[in-house]
């Protein structure tokens, strides 16, 4: 995108013609395009650092389970070319360096306001713009508000009595110590056995004096493969990098990895066989994402490729009656997030590590001293709360944003979002969600570049007509919703309580799937706002 002058000028009286919420992936990015613009800009961010997800997710084990070098940002040449990533899927460390690096190649971090929480946002009907509060009661005002506030950072603590009574040391992995935590010989219990659980038991289990993993929904858990990149192979990937984004553009999710064409019935036991294995023994996503193209969406294919997984996790796991419970029996493959692992089920062979299964012997509290189930205590040094996050909208509801007379954002969202291309909301002129429910996810960086493309072209097709007010119509967010809940049906993923379909127990509310996602896969979904693009945004409505 070309750099062009501000035409249209914002008042004086207000601070900013633009303040973006958040200094992550989406958030750096946003920054970036806009300052393209000659606007001004300001980025509030809650943490003492930039990165977003990789600032505050510093969990042992953390790391990519999308490959480095198609996650990083492909929007300049410079960049891509200067950055050597040292494995194919990232820890953690490594990628707050890049984002880092990012911020200050490009000089954002003056336009950025660390420490900076967000408590409310409310639109002003006289001046078409938005009055924005900090936790601290600072106040700021600009024509457009913009949420870069992710899909995964709004985190949530379980409902057991007793929490705050625990005399140990005890966490969330979202908000893990910067200095980090001493496992040596320590009793340690972690709650949970999703994505970040996995990560965080294969590598403490490394150092740990007795490990107790509390678990109530087994996930299917496949192997990550990872592995250093040589200077030879990294030049080998700079040089490819046009045909690496080529072939993520093409993908429904934005990765390398894509459906395989075939249905499952359609080639024999033995190919299927071989086939599978053949992703399991290939590194990342394909084993979820190259699967035959049917598997999400036919039960019985789902079960097939299900068995298969199972079959690898009792061939890996020792004791029988283990295997079975680290089996998932209430959703199929795929489902639900795939976690990839290095070597997590082998951490159930080790003499110091236990699986309880809370729903044979339920969690009745937290203690002073550890955990107390319906069966025994555990008398724990460390308690890790690995217990997910309140996904997708959670982060909005933790802001007070209200748009036209007052509406409440929380309680227009209360049976589930209502948006215009995930980017719009009726009733909240000049907000633009970037990467916001009903849009099309993925490989987050692959689409957040896209998000934080098409919102700076509504943002400059404004400014430059001198447009002062941008919304999404009733009819509008009606047809997109309506196109988003149908693509939904039929999808497998969209009947499992999940956080991709925004089930989070300890949320009030959020008890039950509901279709939070655009289900057509991005290339669709970039054909559609491109086509709204296109249009001059008739179907939005510009005063």
């Known amino acids: 995108m070309s750099t062009s002058p501000r035409i249209a000028a914002v008042p004086e009286e207000l601070d900013f013609d633009a303040i973006v919420i958040g200094a992550g992936?989406?958030?750096?990015?946003?920054?970036?395009?806009?300052?393209?613009?000659g606007l001004r800009v300001r980025v509030f961010e809650a943490g003492t650092g930039v990165g977003g997800t990789w600032y505050w997710n510093r969990y042992p084990g953390a790391r990519f389970d999308s490959e480095s070098w198609t996650y990083g940002y492909s929007f300049s040449p410079e960049l891509l070319k200067e950055w050597h990533w040292q494995e194919h899927f990232a820890p953690q460390p490594e990628t707050e360096r890049y984002l880092n690096h990012v911020a200050d190649k490009f000089d954002l971090r003056r336009d950025i306001q660390l420490q900076s929480r967000v408590a409310s946002a409310q639109f002003q009907e006289e001046t078409s713009s938005w009055d924005i509060v900090l936790e601290d009661g600072r106040r700021y005002s600009a024509r457009f508000l913009l949420t870069a506030i992710g899909i995964l950072s709004a985190p949530t603590m379980p409902n057991i009595p007793g929490v705050s009574t625990f005399k140990g040391q005890a966490c969330h992995t979202h908000a893990w110590p910067k200095e980090g935590v001493d496992f040596a010989g320590k009793r340690v219990g972690i709650i949970g056995t999703g994505a970040t659980a996995v990560q965080t038991i294969q590598e403490i289990a490394?150092?740990?004096?007795?490990?107790s993993v509390f678990q109530r929904t087994p996930n299917w858990c496949a192997p990550l493969h990872n592995g250093k990149i040589s200077k030879a192979e990294m030049h080998d990937i700079q040089s490819r990098y046009d045909e690496i984004f080529a072939l993520?553009?093409?993908?429904?999710?934005?990765?390398?990895?894509?459906?395989d064409p075939r249905k499952t019935m359609e080639v024999s036991a033995a190919e299927r066989e071989a086939f599978w294995e053949k992703l399991y023994d290939s590194p990342g996503f394909g084993v979820w994402m190259g699967q035959f193209s049917d598997t999400l969406t036919d039960r019985e294919a789902n079960r097939l490729a299900s068995e298969f997984i199972a079959r690898k996790i009792r061939q890996r796991v020792k004791d029988p009656a283990v295997a079975e419970k680290l089996i998932p029996k209430n959703h199929g493959l795929g489902t639900r997030r795939v976690p990839l692992e290095t070597g997590y089920y082998e951490v159930y062979n080790q003499p110091n590590v236990e699986l309880v299964d809370i729903n044979d012997t339920p969690i009745e509290r937290i203690t002073p001293t550890g955990i107390k189930t319906s069966d025994r205590e555990y008398e724990l040094d460390i308690i890790i709360y690995a217990t997910g996050f309140d996904a997708i909208t959670g982060a909005f509801d933790r802001i007070d944003i209200r748009g036209v007379d007052g509406v409440r954002l929380k309680d227009l969202w209360q049976d589930g979002p209502q948006t215009y291309l995930g980017v719009l909301v009726e009733g909240f002129p000049n907000m633009l969600m970037v990467m916001g429910p009903h849009a099309g996810l993925g490989n987050f960086t692959r689409t957040a570049e896209y998000s934080v493309e098409w919102v700076t072209g509504l943002i400059q097709f404004a400014t430059e007509r001198g447009v002062t007010r941008v919304e999404a119509t009733s009819a509008g967010v009606a047809e997109w919703t309506d196109h988003v809940m149908a693509l939904g049906q039929g999808q497998l993923m969209n009947e499992i309580s999940s956080w991709m379909t925004g089930v989070n127990r300890n949320v009030e509310g959020k008890q039950r799937p509901r279709i939070m996602r655009y289900s057509g896969g991005h290339p669709a979904y970039r054909e559609h706002c491109d086509a709204v693009a296109a249009s001059g945004y008739r179907a939005l409505a510009l005063g």
């Open 25 to 37: 992936v989406s958030g750096l990015y946003q920054l970036y395009r806009l300052r393209e613009l």
């Open 206 to 211: 490394k150092t740990v004096g007795h490990l």
């Open 248 to 259: 993520c553009r093409t993908s429904p999710g934005c990765y390398i990895h894509a459906p």
